[in-house]
T-cell receptor
Framework: SQQGEEDPQALSIQEGENATMNCSYK?????LQWYRQNSGRGLVHLIL?????REKHSGRLRVTLDTSKKSSSLLITASRAADTASYFC???????????FGKGTRLSVIA | DAGVIQSPRHEVTEMGQEVTLRCKPI?????LFWYRQTMMRGLELLIY????????DSGMPEDRFSAKMPNASFSTLKIQPSEPRDSAVYFC????????????FGEGSWLTVV
């Protein structure tokens, strides 16, 4: 399966600290996406990184991709209590295949 | 656009009853996905449609599950008969195409089968 696996499963940090979440996958991909899910809500897209990109930024988010290691990381800098949520990576492989999601990392940011 | 609209948001039903979940995707999105989310299994893709045609239903757990998309603006996921193990959050999501694009999720239908 090309399903991504996030690590750690849960992460608790203090407000203002940086949060790093990792994602590993098994097969070649076209792109990798990160999504966020607040409790009781649907998933919301954060950022997409293509297989030929190594790093991408969006506000306080920084995503890296290492295709040789089949891994990605999501860094949230200067975290806020409002960043508390679950974060998922999702991959799509070659061909017109839909996204497959990991089980997510539950991030708690304590004020 | 109001985004992906799902109904009902919450449903509690008795085992053996039929459950119908509904979805209105974002206009212009050609691909529609039904996902199921549980603590144990995470987010599972049940079925997806391209241009109203079912493409891959290999994720549908059993024959008790069926999905239709009669037109570009409406889809249903039906469970008949429902069982307690079907309790989960069911998400409808849409995208411009099946692969390579952002997926837009609805807020989910929270199903409890007792």
């Amino acid at each position: 399966s090309q399903q991504g696996e996030e690590d750690p499963q849960a992460l608790s940090i203090q407000e203002g600290e940086n949060a790093t979440m990792n994602c590993s996958y098994k097969t070649s991909i076209n792109n990798l996406q990160w999504y966020r899910q607040n409790s009781g809500r649907g998933l919301v897209h954060l950022i997409l990184i293509r297989s030929n990109e190594r790093e991408k930024h969006s506000g306080r988010l920084r995503v890296t991709l290492d295709t040789s290691k089949k891994s990605s990381s999501l860094l949230i800098t200067a975290s806020r209590a409002a960043d508390t949520a679950s974060y998922f990576c999702a991959t799509d492989g070659s061909g017109n295949t839909p996204l497959v999601f990991g089980k997510g990392t539950r991030l708690s940011v304590i004020a | 656009d109001a985004g992906v609209i799902q109904s009902p948001r919450h449903e509690v039903t008795e085992m053996g009853q039929e459950v119908t979940l509904r979805c209105k995707p974002i206009s212009g999105h050609n691909s529609l996905f039904w996902y199921r989310q549980t603590m144990m299994r995470g987010l599972e893709l049940l079925i997806y449609f391209n241009n109203n045609v079912p493409i891959d239903d290999s994720g549908m757990p059993e024959d008790r599950f069926s999905a239709k998309m009669p037109n570009a603006s409406f889809s249903t996921l039906k469970i008949q008969p429902s069982e307690p193990r079907d309790s989960a959050v069911y998400f409808c999501a849409g995208s411009e195409s099946a692969s390579g694009n952002t997926i837009y999720f609805g807020e989910g239908s929270w199903l409890t089968v007792v």
